[in-house]
């Protein structure tokens, strides 16, 4: 009986001994991070699609990032850094979009950067319905967002999260956007839970 609480103590002990562990490579990765940067920065990089054409701050047709500006928005109401793409000349450079959208080059622009933390990722809105009500057109659309939180300096992926989104609207344009407004909003509250930790 006592060598049987012996051994249970050891197995505890043990238990312990390799949570402690655990735990503190999972806080000198995070300090590593922050030792070689200051402060950790963050750069957002979220492209939008609505139907079949593709939004964003530069390499597009038309100006847009709704969902961006959502999770920019809710990071910084929790004190966290974020570089302004609109102050910055790295991306001026004219490349074709599906070059944009490859996960080397959006890490090569934020290393450009000075960013400790990448959040990519692309938010894609799409037609669920389309119906005439006495004489109004009424749109329902959906947006699906994946964004990831990827270190900088050697690529790793920190945390992945997804939200979604309805609305509708008169106007197919309309609809999407307020799909992917939502759905930013959601997203961007995600997010600033997981960056918290860095």
Not at 58 to 85: C, F, G, M, P, W
Not at 110 to 130: M, R, V, W
Not at 138 to 166: L, N
């Amino acid at each position: 009986m006592r060598a049987r609480c012996i051994l249970i103590t050891i197995i505890i002990l043990i238990s312990f001994v390799v949570n402690i562990d655990l735990y503190a490579e999972s806080r000198e990765d995070k300090q590593t991070t922050r030792s070689k940067t200051g402060s950790s920065k963050f750069v957002v990089i979220i492209p939008e699609r609505i139907d079949r054409l593709w939004y964003w701050h530069y390499y597009t047709d038309t100006a847009q990032y709704l969902v961006q500006s959502e999770v920019e928005k809710a990071l910084i109401r929790n004190n966290v850094e974020i570089i302004d793409l609109t102050l910055v000349d790295v991306f001026q450079r004219r490349v074709r979009f599906s070059e944009f959208l490859t996960p080397q080059f959006t890490r090569s622009k934020a290393k450009e950067l000075g960013a400790s933390f990448l959040i990519t990722g692309k938010a894609i809105a799409t037609k669920i319905s389309h119906n005439v009500a006495y004489g109004i057109n009424v749109y329902r659309s959906s947006a699906d967002i994946t964004a990831k939180v990827v270190r900088v300096r050697d690529g790793k992926i920190m945390a992945v999260v997804d939200a979604e989104a309805k609305a509708g609207g008169e106007s197919l344009l309309g609809a999407s956007r307020d799909a992917l407004k939502e759905a930013g909003k959601a997203i961007g509250l995600k997010l600033a839970d997981v960056v918290k930790e860095y």
